[in-house]
């Protein structure tokens, strides 16, 4: 059985090696100690979000503090090219599901994208709860899959300012659409691998409305190549999980040990 897994901050677990003694506090020590009752004696996985895992024996157990002895210290290496989901934003929290998904799936960074379709509105007083919304789920998904490196949540982004992600250097970016005459797999599977040399790739998907024209335009003057993903046609919480796990399994990202 996995061992459950916590997170410290950044840096916590550099310089450190088997023998030595970490005090985790806050919520994460209470969540141990608290919620899932782990008494002394018991393992657990220390994770950084930055690369940085430890494993280790529980030694000491306040109301929300723990001492863990450390067995063993690892970075688990950053995968290239990164995968960013740019997602737009849509109703029934079907976004989050999309971004919780996508976290389990290895994706390395999301973007919250106020598309011209969509139905729901980060409104300027409730934009910092909504994003911290998504920080919230990605965490969550993360520590679920066991990840040392945690997805960053990029700020809400406009159309222009999506494409100006999609125009950066060594950036190759795929805009998913129904009518795309071209298809990802086919794409990947061809004699041309334009992904391999990339040092990101950017997934686009559009809310429940679709992308407007004047959207796709500006995102395919950007650089970025619209794909379809096959005949069915996807909802928006599904169709950037679905690429994901296309383009992980075309570039070898699933080849490797756990993490």
């Known amino acids: 059985m996995s061992l459950p897994v916590f997170k410290v901050e950044p840096g916590r677990l550099d310089g ?31 994770v950084d979000g930055a690369g940085a895992r430890a494993t280790g024996e529980l030694v000491a157990a306040g109301r929300d503090s723990m001492d863990v002895r450390l067995a063993a210290v690892s970075a688990d ?7 960013v989901l740019a997602q737009a934003l849509a109703k029934g929290e079907r976004d989050l599901l999309a971004v919780e998904t996508a976290t389990e799936l290895g994706v390395d960074a999301v973007v919250p994208w106020q598309a011209e379709r969509s139905i ?50 060594g950036t190759a970016g795929v805009v998913l659409h129904e009518q795309a005459r071209d298809s ?19 997934l686009v998907v559009g ?16 650089g970025a190549r619209t794909l379809r993903l096959g005949p069915e046609v996807l909802r928006s919480s599904t169709a950037g999980p679905v690429a994901l796990a296309v383009l992980s399994a075309a570039l070898g990202r699933w080849d490797g040990a756990p993490g």
């Open 120 to 169: 729901v509105r980060w409104k300027k007083e409730r934009a910092a709860k909504s994003h911290d919304k998504w920080v919230h789920t990605v965490a969550a998904a993360a520590k679920q899959s066991r990840r040392a490196h945690w997805p960053e949540v990029l700020p809400l982004s406009t159309t222009r300012e999506l494409a100006a992600l999609l125009g950066r250097p």
């Open 16 to 46: 450190l090696g088997p023998g030595a003694v970490l005090s985790v506090t806050g919520p994460e020590a209470r969540h141990a100690v608290t919620v899932r009752r782990l008494g002394p004696g018991e393992r657990l996985e220390l």
């Open 77 to 83: 290496p950053l995968r290239r090219p990164r995968l």
């Open 184 to 202: 990802l797999a086919g794409l990947l599977g061809g004699p041309h691998r334009p992904w391999e040399a990339a040092e990101r790739i950017v």
């Open 207 to 222: 809310p429940e409305g679709g992308i407007a024209p004047g959207e796709l335009e500006a995102l395919a003057g950007a």
